[in-house]
């Protein structure tokens, strides 16, 4: 018997620029790209396997996050950011790394445990968002080589979650510049961008080797229409910063991604 290939899944395009407008929208309010909250998206609604998800979710983050660091130059010159790199090099230590092995992890693993990954990330991701996105700098924990290791190895966990998500790593990175070294809150958000950027390259290049690279070739159009709302919805929510209460807004995302991690483990 002539074994009959599964029809394509249909995926609509206006709901891809919608979703990605709206998670946008949601990041931008907080200071986030919204990969937290697009990958949920992408394996629920727009049912895409876990490893094809985190593909798909790693290149949009690139592109949001490349046009965040325009979108916050005149808040944070680039000099500024660039006077710190000693910070931004501390941390790469630890992020390239960690983001390499990350994205080897994730081929490697069976989709059902990459699942029960995801999901668990998600937990710790709206856990940090509720306790630690809004920390205030009240000089570094650390100094000189221990405030350096300390970094590496912060730098190395970042690089791995965000490898295995496909998110930008800001919500673990603004809480570890502030409380680690010292960083007002809108430096740390354009210098988590800095390490972001060359951190995703890394899990990025690390992808292109396993055949799931190809979910980029195949649904190209969904990926452009979707960054594309996305970066819209980070521009338009970085504009409405402060009018919804970070008392109300952090909450109510976290309780999104705790929501979002149930569905994700119980997918099939």
């Given at each position: 018997m002539?074994?009959?290939?599964?029809?394509?899944?249909?995926?609509?395009?206006?709901?891809?620029?919608g979703?990605?407008a709206i998670?946008?929208?949601?990041?931008?309010?907080?200071?986030?790209?919204?990969?937290?909250?697009?990958?949920?998206?992408?394996?629920?609604?727009?049912?895409?396997a876990?490893?094809e998800?985190?593909?798909?979710?790693?290149?949009?983050?690139?592109?949001?996050?490349a046009?965040?660091?325009?979108?916050?130059?005149?808040t944070v010159?680039?000099?500024e950011?660039a006077a710190?790199w000693?910070?931004?090099?501390n941390?790469?230590?630890?992020s390239?790394?960690?983001?390499?092995f990350g994205?080897g992890?994730a081929?490697?693993?069976?989709?059902?445990?990459?699942?029960?990954?995801?999901?668990v990330?998600?937990v710790?991701?709206?856990?940090?968002?509720l306790?630690?996105?809004?920390?205030?700098s009240?000089?570094?924990?650390?100094?000189?080589?221990?405030?350096?290791i300390?970094?590496v190895?912060a730098?190395?966990?970042?690089g791995?979650?965000a490898?295995l998500?496909?998110?930008?790593?800001g919500?673990l990175?603004?809480?570890?510049?502030?409380?680690l070294f010292?960083?007002?809150?809108?430096?740390?958000?354009?210098?988590?961008?800095?390490?972001s950027?060359?951190?995703?390259l890394v899990?990025?290049?690390r992808?292109?080797?396993?055949?799931?690279?190809a979910?980029?070739?195949k649904?190209?159009?969904?990926?452009?229409t979707?960054?594309?709302?996305?970066?819209?919805g980070t521009?338009?929510?970085?504009?409405?910063?402060?009018?919804?209460?970070?008392?109300?807004l952090?909450?109510?995302l976290?309780?999104?991604?705790?929501?979002s991690?149930?569905?994700?483990?119980?997918h099939?």
């Open positions: 002539t074994k009959i290939d599964p029809a394509p899944i249909q995926r609509s395009l206006p709901a891809a620029f979703g990605g998670i946008g929208c949601l990041g931008g309010m907080i200071g986030l790209g919204g990969a937290e909250f697009r990958l949920p998206l992408l394996i629920g609604m727009f049912r895409f876990a490893l998800a985190v593909i798909l979710n790693k290149a949009m983050s690139l592109v949001v996050v046009t965040a660091l325009p979108f916050r130059a005149g010159p680039f000099s950011v710190h000693p910070i931004i090099l941390l790469l230590a630890g390239l790394v960690g983001a390499w994205a992890w081929t490697r693993l069976k989709s059902e445990t990459l699942y029960k990954v995801l999901s990330l998600l710790m991701i709206a856990f940090v968002l306790f630690g996105h809004d920390a205030t009240t000089g570094s924990l650390l100094s000189g080589t221990s405030q350096m300390a970094g190895f730098g190395f966990g970042i791995v979650v490898s998500t496909g998110v930008a790593g919500e990175l603004i809480p570890t510049l502030v409380l010292g960083a007002d809150i809108k430096l740390a958000g354009s210098l988590s961008l800095a390490v950027l060359p951190t995703m899990a990025f290049a992808y292109s080797r396993d055949q799931s690279f979910v980029l070739g649904n190209r159009t969904f990926l452009f979707m960054a594309a709302g996305s970066v819209l521009f338009i929510g970085g504009r409405l910063l402060g009018i919804v209460p970070s008392t109300i952090l909450p109510a976290a309780a999104i991604l705790l929501i991690s149930v569905k994700v483990w119980r099939k």
